[in-house]
């Protein structure tokens, strides 16, 4: 026997949402929002090839190492399998880093997952596009 559909995973629009919410709290430095949509269990990989964790991506915003200006995606493509969604698609960040200036132009994954009841971002990996 079949099991019954679960209506309680993520949907396109939810994850489009949550999206857009990490984008506004990392650009307006919402440290309290960002603490609330990161999950314990953040993997973060830079188009620098850093990798961080909650933890250590938290402190590089906090500490002004890393300042996000504007955060524009396009090409946007979401895959949805239960609890988890997958965002792919082009970005492009303004960004300072260590006190330089930088335009990323980027292709990316976002990895949100629904625990209870809420989504957490759990997955991050940039790719730089060539100039």
């Given at each position: 026997?079949?099991?019954?559909?679960?209506?309680?995973?993520?949907?396109?629009?939810?994850?489009?949402?949550?999206?857009?919410?990490?984008?506004?709290?990392?650009?307006?430095?919402?440290?309290?929002?960002?603490?609330a949509l990161l999950g314990k269990?953040?993997?973060?990989?830079?188009?620098?090839?850093?990798?961080?964790?909650?933890?250590?991506?938290?402190?590089?915003?906090?500490?002004?190492?890393?300042?996000?200006?504007?955060?524009?995606?396009?090409?946007?493509?979401?895959?949805?399998?239960?609890?988890?969604?997958?965002?792919?698609?082009?970005?492009?960040?303004?960004?300072?880093?260590?006190?330089k200036d930088k335009t990323l132009?980027?292709?990316?994954?976002?990895?949100?997952?629904?625990?209870?009841?809420?989504?957490?971002?759990?997955?991050?990996?940039?790719?730089?596009?060539?100039?």
């Amino acid at each position: 026997m079949a099991k019954a559909e679960n209506n309680n995973g993520i949907t396109v629009a939810d994850a489009l949402q949550a999206e857009d919410a990490r984008y506004e709290a990392q650009i307006e430095d919402d440290f309290e929002a960002l603490d609330a949509l990161l999950g314990k269990d953040l993997v973060y990989f830079h188009s620098s090839t850093v990798q961080d964790t909650k933890a250590s991506f938290m402190e590089s915003l906090r500490s002004g190492k890393v300042v996000y200006h504007s955060m524009e995606r396009s090409g946007t493509k979401v895959r949805i399998f239960g609890n988890v969604a997958i965002i792919t698609g082009k970005a492009v960040f303004e960004v300072t880093t260590r006190g330089k200036d930088k335009t990323l132009n980027l292709l990316f994954h976002s990895v949100w997952a629904k625990r209870d009841s809420r989504l957490e971002f759990v997955s991050w990996q940039a790719t730089l596009l060539p100039a």
